[in-house]
């Protein structure tokens, strides 16, 4: 059973910066190394949404429109870990963010990932 944990979330002003960190249990290297990864987020009364997500071997990253060039998403298949480098946040950044994934290609939607961390709460301020 795989088990994904995020870490990094808390508050922070408009302007400044995060790192969420996802770790992943269950898996060994060379299978975490099968799998691609996500960053999906979901505000209070907002559908999940796609945030940014990477290939297998960390050579092709993806991005919502929203997040474009301020967030950097970056896995080490060493550590079984993919993170998530959030500058210049905005307010309507505010949700919890969770890290999913699948075996295989990488896809913008949420129902095509296997497994789910519990979720970080990020919290912007003006």
């Known amino acids: 059973q795989v088990q994904l944990v995020e870490s990094g979330g808390g508050l922070v002003q408009a302007g400044g910066s995060l790192r969420l960190s996802c770790a992943a249990s269950?898996?060994?290297?060379?299978?975490?190394?099968?799998?691609?990864m996500g960053w999906f987020r979901q505000a209070p009364g907002s559908e999940r949404e796609f945030v940014s997500a990477?290939?297998?071997?960390?050579?092709?990253?993806y991005y919502a429109y929203s997040v474009k060039d301020r967030f950097t998403i970056s896995r080490d298949n060493a550590k079984n870990s993919v993170y998530l480098q959030m500058n210049s946040l905005k307010p309507e950044d505010t949700a919890v963010y969770y890290c999913?994934?699948?075996?295989?290609?990488?896809?913008?939607?949420?129902?095509?990932?296997?497994?789910w961390g519990q979720g970080t709460q990020v919290t912007v301020s003006t």
């Open positions: 990477i290939n297998r071997s960390g050579g092709s990253t």
């Open positions: 999913a994934t699948k075996r295989g290609t990488v896809r913008s939607t949420a129902n095509a990932y296997d497994y």
């Open positions: 269950g898996r060994t290297s060379s299978t975490f190394a099968l799998d691609a």
